[in-house]
């Protein structure tokens, strides 16, 4: 860790955590590595993005930062505060502070609630001393906050679209006026128009009430938009971290080239030939060496073979998990001349 | 080429007229989600319809195949299947010409695979159901189908099950089935909504390389306007039910003319858009079928609008090749 990391501000640190799965019977020894040996910060009032496919381990790591799972091993420092050694008062409060939003806006409301009843219920658990009144008063805020009417208060979620639903998950998050919350796949199930809608909305209220994001997605356009700093995972590794800037500019991983690669053309720009990466192996064990060989352009080196890369600087605040870091050009030229 | 091969590429094998879908919603009232839908598909032509949910566009789809939910009906419109009026058919006709003349690929490759069958068999009951074929030569020609679709080792992965295979690989098996009988035209409703942008971008590299080799007509229906500019050769965007842009993809996509395709466009988050200013959100709802605004069905949310657009409901008129249903269309003679 650089000096310059540790000035950063941060409020959340991810120590060395990890947590693996024991899938089926217990002597099969068949082990999932969902999340292997990763550490991260968060900076107080930034959004770090988190991209990767499915299976990479990048929803298991979110839950972990809330405490919504146990990890293997590692720690999660929260402003000071260690999450897995916090006392029930210590974690009571935890709780108000840390919240989050899930993919799916029906699945995660309780259709049998009013919306009134949705968000209100954190401030029932978390502040009984309200009145009803007050209680009434607060999520007629909340929803003017996320751009909701109050006729909506007495609604079922089933009368609402998905959009207006996901507005009523957010409400609820900020209910307690948190300062983290993690944003799962937020917008990947609303349409395009309602899309735009929600993360003009998440970035306005991010700048009002100072809040931090872990902004999980598989949608590289929505990361580049939403996130300072981001960081790419594949099979519960990071293997690249940097800024904005440094991902979308200059990115190094031949992953991050192939994810970018196969996103949509922006309208109008013609698609050009990127990276494409191998076809991903059926088995659930992991490849020696560098676990992404089986899929790289590269990854018939040996040296890809028998050692496991870790993070390291490649440019001032972007670090790279690869044993040949380059711009998608040289690799392309790299992987033609080897294929020859 | 001979002039033979030439008509080929150029006939018409699907021909839409004036489609209307209806829906019983109880009490002898109903609503109609697909409001006069027309258009056609030529051999070898890949036509998207963009829409939101909602939009009508998946219910356009199940009224091709004739798939509709029980309370649901096609009320008006013609439905030409290689000149055939297929709309009206009985149903044991129709059973022959779906999956043969006219297949669909769903969303979700999990929930259109049986669990508990081989994907080899699966491939193989599709095979059968249009050809009398034997055990041994459906089974060759499911190996071959997997080949063609890309399934690395098909001879090795045929007797495995769904479940051991990844998300794409379930969707490269459901395309096989699709694909089985040589249909003259092929639906795919948001295949790849469900996967992995690296797997999404294979898969429709090796879709379109399939409908090319075979000159199929596909229609793609997807909500995503990027994937349907970079597959497509003809974009319809539906919006409430009817068609309000149609053009060419690229041109669709370069000078949109109907006020709602341009905010569509302007709200796609993409790669190299500015992140420091905001994105230009349509703003409102789109429209339920319960309750359509009057005049132009997307007044509430247009910057456009002027007093005609909440009375009087635009007809197509033809704009810089467009055909778009806009009283006040960008490019036209303006408000």
Same mark, same amino acid.
């Given at each position: 860790?650089?000096?310059?990391?540790?000035?950063?501000?941060?409020?959340?640190?991810?120590?060395?955590?990890?947590?693996?799965?024991?899938?089926?019977?217990?002597?099969?020894?068949? $082990?999932?590595?969902? $999340?292997?040996?990763?550490?991260?910060?968060?900076?107080?009032?930034?959004?770090?993005?988190?991209?990767?496919?499915?299976?990479?381990?990048?929803?298991?790591?979110?839950?972990?930062?809330?405490?919504?799972?146990?990890?293997?091993?590692?720690?999660?420092?929260?402003?000071?505060?260690?999450?897995?050694?916090?006392?029930?008062?210590?974690?009571?409060?935890?709780?108000?502070?840390?919240?989050?939003?899930?993919?799916?806006?029906?699945?995660?409301?309780?259709?049998?609630?009013?919306?009134?009843?949705?968000?209100?219920?954190?401030?029932?658990?978390?502040?009984?001393?309200?009145?009803?009144?007050?209680?009434?008063?607060?999520?007629?805020?909340?929803?003017?906050?996320?751009?909701?009417?109050?006729?909506?208060?007495?609604?079922?979620?089933?009368?609402?679209?998905?959009?207006?639903?996901?507005?009523?998950?957010?409400?609820?998050?900020?209910?307690?006026?948190?300062?983290?919350?993690?944003?799962?796949?937020?917008?990947?199930?609303?349409?395009?128009?309602?899309?735009?809608?929600?993360?003009?909305?998440?970035?306005?209220?991010?700048?009002?009430?100072?809040?931090?994001?872990?902004?999980?997605?598989?949608?590289?356009?929505?990361?580049?938009?939403?996130?300072?700093?981001?960081?790419?995972?594949?099979?519960?590794?990071?293997v690249?971290?940097?800024?904005?800037?440094?991902?979308?500019?200059?990115?190094?991983?031949?992953?991050?080239?192939?994810?970018?690669?196969?996103?949509?053309?922006?309208?109008?720009v013609?698609?050009?030939?990127?990276?494409?990466?191998?076809?991903?192996?059926?088995?659930d064990?992991?490849a020696?060496?560098?676990?992404?060989?089986?899929?790289?352009?590269?990854?018939?080196r040996?040296?890809?073979?028998? $050692?496991?890369?870790?993070?390291?600087?490649?440019?001032?605040?972007?670090?790279?998990?690869?044993?040949?870091?380059?711009?998608?050009?040289?690799l392309?030229?790299?992987?033609?001349?080897?294929?020859? | 080429?001979?002039?033979?091969?030439?008509?080929? /590429?150029?006939?018409?094998?699907?021909?839409?007229?004036?489609?209307?879908?209806?829906?019983?919603?109880?009490?002898?009232?109903?609503? *109609?989600?697909?409001?006069?839908?027309?258009?056609?598909?030529?051999s070898?032509?890949?036509t998207?319809?963009?829409?939101?949910?909602?939009?009508?566009?998946?219910?356009?789809?199940?009224?091709?195949?004739?798939?509709?939910?029980?309370?649901?009906?096609i009320?008006?419109?013609?439905?030409? /299947? *290689?000149?055939?009026?297929?709309?009206?058919?009985?149903e044991?006709?129709?059973?022959?010409?779906?999956?043969?003349?006219?297949?669909?690929?769903?969303?979700?490759?999990?929930?259109?695979?049986?669990?508990?069958?081989?994907?080899?068999?699966?491939?193989?009951?599709?095979?059968?159901?249009?050809?009398?074929?034997g055990? *041994?030569?459906?089974?060759?020609?499911?190996?071959?189908?997997?080949?063609?679709?890309? /399934?690395?080792?098909?001879?090795? *992965?045929?007797?495995?099950?769904?479940?051991?295979?990844?998300?794409?690989?379930?969707?490269?098996?459901?395309?096989?089935?699709?694909?089985?009988?040589?249909?003259?035209?092929?639906?795919a409703?948001e295949?790849?909504?469900?996967?992995?942008?690296?797997?999404?971008a294979?898969?429709?590299?090796? /879709?379109?390389?399939?409908?090319?080799?075979?000159?199929?007509?596909?229609?793609?229906?997807?909500?995503?306007?990027?994937?349907?500019?970079?597959?497509?050769d003809?974009?319809?965007?539906?919006?409430?039910?009817?068609?309000?842009?149609?053009g060419?993809?690229?041109?669709?996509?370069?000078?949109?003319?109907?006020?709602?395709?341009?905010?569509?466009l302007?709200?796609i988050?993409?790669?190299?858009?500015?992140?420091?200013?905001?994105?230009?959100?349509?703003?409102?709802?789109?429209?339920?079928?319960?309750?359509?605004?009057?005049?132009?069905?997307?007044?509430p949310?247009?910057?456009?609008?002027?007093?005609?657009?909440?009375?009087?409901?635009?007809?197509?008129?033809?704009?810089?090749?467009?055909?778009?249903?806009?009283?006040?269309?960008?490019?036209?003679?303006?408000?």
């Amino acid at each position: 860790m650089t000096v310059a990391d540790l000035d950063r501000d941060s409020l959340i640190t991810v120590e060395s955590i990890s947590r693996h799965f024991r899938p089926g019977r217990r002597r099969s020894g068949r $082990v999932i590595r969902a $999340v292997d040996d990763v550490s991260l910060e968060l900076a107080r009032g930034e959004t770090l993005g988190l991209v990767g496919e499915s299976g990479s381990g990048k929803s298991t790591l979110a839950r972990l930062l809330l405490r919504l799972d146990k990890p293997t091993s590692g720690r999660v420092v929260f402003d000071g505060t260690d999450v897995f050694a916090s006392t029930p008062s210590e974690l009571r409060r935890l709780r108000r502070e840390m919240q989050i939003v899930f993919q799916d806006p029906y699945a995660s409301l309780n259709r049998r609630k009013t919306v009134e009843q949705i968000i209100s219920f954190p401030l029932v658990v978390h502040e009984p001393s309200l009145g009803r009144a007050e209680r009434s008063r607060r999520v007629a805020e909340l929803l003017e906050l996320v751009g909701l009417r109050p006729e909506h208060a007495p609604a079922h979620p089933r009368h609402l679209s998905g959009g207006q639903c996901q507005r009523v998950s957010i409400a609820r998050a900020l209910a307690l006026h948190p300062r983290f919350v993690v944003l799962d796949e937020a917008v990947s199930a609303v349409d395009v128009s309602i899309q735009a809608q929600i993360l003009n909305l998440l970035r306005d209220l991010q700048q009002r009430f100072s809040l931090t994001y872990l902004f999980v997605t598989h949608d590289l356009a929505v990361v580049r938009y939403m996130a300072n700093t981001i960081a790419v995972m594949y099979l519960g590794r990071i293997v690249e971290l940097g800024s904005r800037e440094n991902l979308f500019e200059s990115p190094r991983h031949p992953y991050t080239h192939a994810l970018l690669a196969s996103s949509p053309p922006s309208p109008g720009v013609e698609q050009t030939a990127g990276v494409v990466l191998r076809e991903a192996p059926a088995s659930d064990t992991l490849a020696s060496g560098c676990r992404f060989n089986p899929r790289c352009p590269l990854g018939r080196r040996s040296v890809c073979q028998t $050692v496991d890369p870790p993070l390291q600087t490649v440019a001032s605040g972007h670090q790279v998990a690869c044993h040949f870091p380059q711009s998608a050009e040289s690799l392309l030229a790299e992987a033609s001349r080897e294929a020859s | 080429m001979t002039v033979a091969a030439t008509d080929r /590429l150029t006939e018409t094998v699907l021909a839409v007229r004036g489609l209307e879908v209806e829906i019983a919603v109880g009490h002898g009232a109903s609503i *109609r989600p697909v409001r006069g839908v027309s258009f056609e598909v030529r051999s070898g032509q890949r036509t998207g319809i963009v829409g939101e949910s909602g939009s009508g566009k998946s219910l356009t789809a199940f009224s091709l195949m004739r798939l509709l939910p029980p309370r649901a009906r096609i009320a008006a419109g013609d439905v030409y /299947l *290689r000149g055939r009026e297929v709309s009206r058919l009985p149903e044991s006709e129709m059973a022959g010409l779906r999956g043969g003349k006219i297949s669909l690929i769903y969303q979700d490759p999990m929930s259109s695979l049986n669990p508990l069958q081989s994907v080899g068999y699966q491939v193989m009951e599709a095979i059968s159901a249009h050809d009398r074929v034997g055990r *041994r030569e459906a089974r060759d020609r499911a190996i071959e189908l997997l080949r063609d679709v890309g /399934l690395p080792q098909p001879e090795r *992965r045929v007797d495995d099950y769904p479940h051991e295979f990844s998300g794409g690989m379930r969707q490269r098996v459901v395309i096989a089935m699709a694909i089985c009988a040589n249909p003259d035209v092929l639906i795919a409703d948001e295949p790849t909504t469900s996967l992995d942008v690296t797997t999404q971008a294979r898969i429709m590299d090796m /879709l379109a390389q399939i409908v090319a080799e075979r000159q199929m007509g596909v229609i793609l229906i997807t909500h995503d306007l990027g994937l349907a500019a970079s597959f497509c050769d003809d974009i319809h965007v539906m919006y409430a039910g009817r068609f309000v842009e149609s053009g060419g993809a690229a041109s669709v996509l370069q000078h949109p003319t109907h006020p709602y395709s341009e905010a569509l466009l302007e709200s796609i988050c993409h790669l190299d858009r500015d992140v420091t200013t905001p994105i230009a959100a349509i703003g409102g709802q789109p429209p339920s079928p319960h309750e359509l605004p009057s005049g132009c069905p997307f007044h509430p949310r247009c910057a456009r609008a002027q007093d005609v657009c909440t009375s009087e409901a635009p007809g197509p008129v033809d704009v810089a090749g467009h055909m778009t249903e806009c009283h006040f269309p960008i490019g036209g003679e303006g408000p």
